[in-house]
């Protein structure tokens, strides 16, 4: 079964950084694009990064272009998000997700790691 798992999730002060990563069971992922997604409570999920396999595309949310940076592990079955600058929006459950056969359409997902932004 395909399992991604996240880590770095926290409790930070507004301005502050956290980074969080996700791994992939299956070296297959190295092929597919991942990215990340957040939910903040009472609100809908919403996309906040992606970068395919080879790097050549990256895609990042208006809101938080320019304090967050998304990248790939050298085995490419690992996704990373490091994020700066963070504001008490930012607070939300972080999904790191996976393209399903080329199509973000029903991606597979995390279980979710916290991130709380306090001010």
């Known amino acids: 079964q395909v399992q991604l798992v996240e880590s770095g999730g926290g409790l930070v002060q507004a301005g502050g950084s956290l980074r969080l990563s996700c791994a992939a069971s299956?070296?297959?992922?190295?092929?597919?694009?991942m990215g990340w997604f957040r939910q903040a409570s009472g609100k809908e999920r919403e996309f906040v990064a992606s970068r395919s396999a080879s790097g050549r595309s990256t895609s990042y949310a208006d809101s938080v272009k320019g304090r967050f940076t998304i990248s790939r592990g050298n085995a490419k079955n690992t996704v990373d998000l490091q994020m700066n600058s963070l504001k008490p929006e930012d607070t939300a459950v972080y999904y790191c997700?996976?393209?399903?056969?080329?199509?973000?359409?029903?991606?597979?997902w995390g279980q979710g790691t916290q991130v709380t932004v306090s001010s």
């Open positions: 997700a996976a393209a399903k056969f080329g199509s973000w359409t029903d991606p597979y």
């Open positions: 299956e070296r297959t992922f190295s092929t597919s694009a």
